[in-house]
């Protein structure tokens, strides 16, 4: 497996990482656990290194989880997990933003437990808190990192300003947004900034939440508590109009020998040096086929031809439902 250094920083990973949500929540039941126990190692064992989790996940199923399954390999991997909201006490659900300090450290001894480890490798906002002032986030975790509980800071789907008023007091690691052929807004203020500043760029749901891999049409249906259900951009007439987008990595993966996922994952890697996708999955077949991306070669002819056809097309639906989207790009 090739690796990737997160910009400036010394963190070293597989060129592709593991987005591990999905085994415990958001895309229907959670899936066995033990099942999901050998996929994480599986995954060690064909080279990846680098894992992503959160405390909201589930909540903290997913941190049990990544615990558990990577506790054997704990000195080869790189585990990222998320601090930033509140959760309710009774039903575990997110109720809202909370970056207070005193929060932060809170979520870090727990997160510690559940991942069975004394160290977290990169720790990120989750979501901007805006009543919290971002320099006070970056010096409670600045503190962690003193403390020796905590390697790297990092930020989720946060505005430019963000980004510089945080790094001014830690140097940002890693930024994750969502990134991929069908939303490529990170491209307008993002990406620049990170270059200009040395920053690593994760970006999750690199294959359009399933739907990049040509899997999926109009008439799919998913289990009522997927939460894909939700999203303006998974209305049927959206998949249908979004069908283009999935046809043009189709054609480009047949003259590859390769599939529309691969192309799609090969598209992101081509972007930046610095960025490393973390596509999820919960099927060894899915984890190879993702993993086999990183040897796709595109040649800048493939990649201006994707960039060309791509222009022509308009993806249909907003990523998230408003409430959602207002919590992004603060």
């Known amino acids: 497996m090739k690796k990737r250094k997160l910009g400036k920083s010394d963190l070293e990973v597989s060129a592709i ?4 949500m999905g085994m415990s929540f958001g895309y229907g039941p959670p899936k066995d656990k033990q099942e999901m126990i050998a996929l994480l190692r599986a995954a060690v064992e064909r080279g990846v290194t680098f894992f992503d989790t959160a405390e909201v996940y589930g909540p903290f199923a997913n941190e049990e989880l990544v615990g558990e399954g990577l506790a054997p390999f704990r000195e080869r991997v790189v585990i990222a997990t998320k601090f930033g909201f509140k959760l309710d006490p009774e039903s575990g659900r997110s109720v809202g933003v909370d970056s207070r300090p005193e929060h932060i450290k ?5 997160s510690l437990k559940r991942l069975k480890t004394d160290v977290i490798d990169l720790f990120y906002q989750h979501r901007v808190d805006p009543e919290v002032p971002i320099e006070d986030v970056a010096g409670a975790v600045k503190e962690l990192i003193q403390e020796g509980k905590v390697k790297h800071f990092g930020l989720s789907e946060p505005g430019v300003r963000t980004i510089r008023r945080a790094h001014a007091v830690l140097p940002v690691t ?7 052929l069908w939303w490529r807004k990170p491209e307008e203020e993002v990406l620049p900034v990170l270059e200009e500043l040395g920053i690593g760029f994760v970006p999750y749901s690199p294959l359009g939440r399933g739907f990049l891999t040509g899997k ?3 008439t799919t249906s998913f289990d009522s508590t997927d939460f894909r259900n939700t999203l303006p951009r998974f209305t049927s007439e959206a998949r249908k109009a979004n069908r283009a987008l999935v046809d043009l990595l189709g054609d480009i993966a047949k003259r590859k020998k390769a599939t529309p996922a691969q192309i799609a994952l090969a598209w992101l890697l081509a972007q930046k040096p610095w960025i490393v996708p973390i596509p999820g999955t919960t099927k060894l077949k899915r984890l190879e086929e993702n993993l ?7 040649t800048s002819d493939d990649l201006r031809e994707i960039e060309s056809a791509a222009s022509q097309i308009e993806v249909q639906g907003a990523r998230y439902p408003e409430h959602l989207e207002q919590m992004t790009g603060r």
Do not use: F, K, R, T
Not at 106 to 110: L, R
Not at 292 to 298: D, N, P, Y
């Open 17 to 20: 990482g593991l987005g591990c």
């Open 106 to 110: 809170e979520v870090a001894e727990a």
């Open 174 to 180: 890693a930024i994750q947004n969502e990134y991929s």
């Open 216 to 218: 999926m049409n109009e």
């Open 292 to 298: 086999g991306a990183v040897e796709i070669e595109l």
